[in-house]
T-cell receptor, first 116, second 111 residues
């Protein structure tokens, strides 16, 4: 059973460009979470999505950031007009959903975004 | 979610048991204790979780005190590959509840 997959693993963008980060959850998982880890800092929650719905985006910056999890295909974290402060590792996690004993989150390897 | 307190760092000898403490004195009755670790800059790795009973899996054991105000993660035979930052997180076990990561304990396993 493949784990959570993220691509690209490394992404370099110039200031003002757009960054698209993809996350494919584990097979059978319908809940996706995005976290960000700034250099030398801890992981911070950004957004929680279910298929076609954003459930909790309390950790998302108000501007330039958006996330989606379409009915088909991976979840996408999109950062428009990137700035140097967006340079970080972005981790995706997935869980089966449904509560109970099956809500453990499993993380992908992350995407390291570098903004020049 | 309740706040947790962990030592900033600790060393342990390869082959010996590593005991990682965590205080969560404000834990609520429906909150679970979760442990994750992050090796270098990799994605966090789930280790184990529990409510009030001690738990064991292939990676580690989790000992929770009777009053649930503290817990200990035990790595029975630490290897160099166990060098990582270990996070103790308390949360209600429900779909959608985010993980709140603190500073964790930086564990260095020495030969």
């Amino acid at each position: 059973n493949a784990g959570v997959m993220q691509n690209p693993r490394h992404l370099v963008r110039r200031r003002g460009q757009e960054a698209r980060l993809r996350c494919s959850p584990m097979k059978g998982h319908s809940h996706v979470y995005w976290y960000r880890q700034l250099p030398e800092e801890g992981l911070k929650f950004m957004v929680y999505l279910q298929k076609e719905n954003i459930i909790d985006e309390s950790g998302m910056p108000k501007e330039r950031f958006s996330a989606e999890f379409p009915k088909e295909g991976p979840s996408i974290l999109r950062i428009q007009q990137v700035v140097r402060g967006d340079s970080a590792a972005y981790f995706c996690a997935s869980s089966p959903g449904g509560g109970g004993s099956t809500d453990t989150q499993y993380f992908g390897p992350g995407t390291r975004l570098t903004v020049l | 979610d309740a706040k947790t307190t962990q030592p900033t760092s600790m060393d342990c000898a390869e082959g010996r048991a590593a005991n990682l403490p965590c205080n969560h004195s404000t834990i609520s009755g429906n909150e679970y204790v979760y442990w994750y670790r992050q090796i270098h800059s990799q994605g966090p790795q789930y280790i184990i979780h529990g409510l009030k009973n001690n738990e064991t899996n292939e990676m580690a054991s989790l000992i929770i005190t009777e009053d649930r105000k503290s817990s200990t993660l035990i790595l029975p035979h630490a290897t160099l590959r166990d060098t990582a930052v270990y996070y103790c997180i308390v949360r209600v076990r429900a779909a959608g509840n985010k993980l709140t990561f603190g500073g964790g304990t930086r564990v260095l396993v020495k030969p």
